[in-house]
């Protein structure tokens, strides 16, 4: 069982910049295709970024696409979501969630059915 642990959210004032973090309890985290998803209370939860196992390949939602940033640190087992430029429309629950892919370089899911593991959520409220 793979326990995930976000970090990082807050308030913030619009245009202003947040990185959000992902403990994961795994050593062998490389092996595991990370996303950030987010909620917003009466809605689906959505994919805002995605990194495959390898981070060979990466995932943006259109809505966040120059603005946020994942990336992940193996060797701490922590995967990161950079946000810069935010808008009162990005505050929402942020979430991370994993899937191990071992051996694809590539598969990045994009629904949250596809992901095995997820964590608490962090609170990002951006404000006007």
């Known amino acids: 069982q793979v326990q995930l642990v976000e970090s990082g959210g807050g308030l913030v004032q619009a245009g202003g910049s947040l990185r959000l973090s992902c403990a994961a309890s795994?050593?062998?985290?490389?092996?595991?295709?990370v996303g950030w998803f987010r909620r917003v209370p009466g809605k689906e939860r959505e994919i805002v970024a995605a990194?495959?196992?390898?981070?060979?390949?990466?995932y943006y939602a259109d809505s966040v696409k120059g603005r946020f940033t994942i990336s992940r640190d193996n060797a701490q087992n922590t995967v990161y979501l950079q946000m810069n430029s935010l808008k009162p429309e990005d505050t929402a629950v942020y979430y991370c969630?994993?899937?191990?892919?071992?051996?694809?370089?590539?598969?990045?899911?994009?629904?949250?059915?596809?992901?095995?593991?997820w964590g608490q959520g962090t609170q990002v409220t951006v404000s006007s």
């Open positions: 990194s495959s196992a390898s981070h060979y390949s990466t």
């Open positions: 969630a994993a899937r191990r892919t071992e051996g694809s370089l590539h598969y990045t899911p994009r629904v949250s059915r596809e992901y095995d593991y």
């Open positions: 795994e050593r062998t985290f490389s092996n595991y295709a």
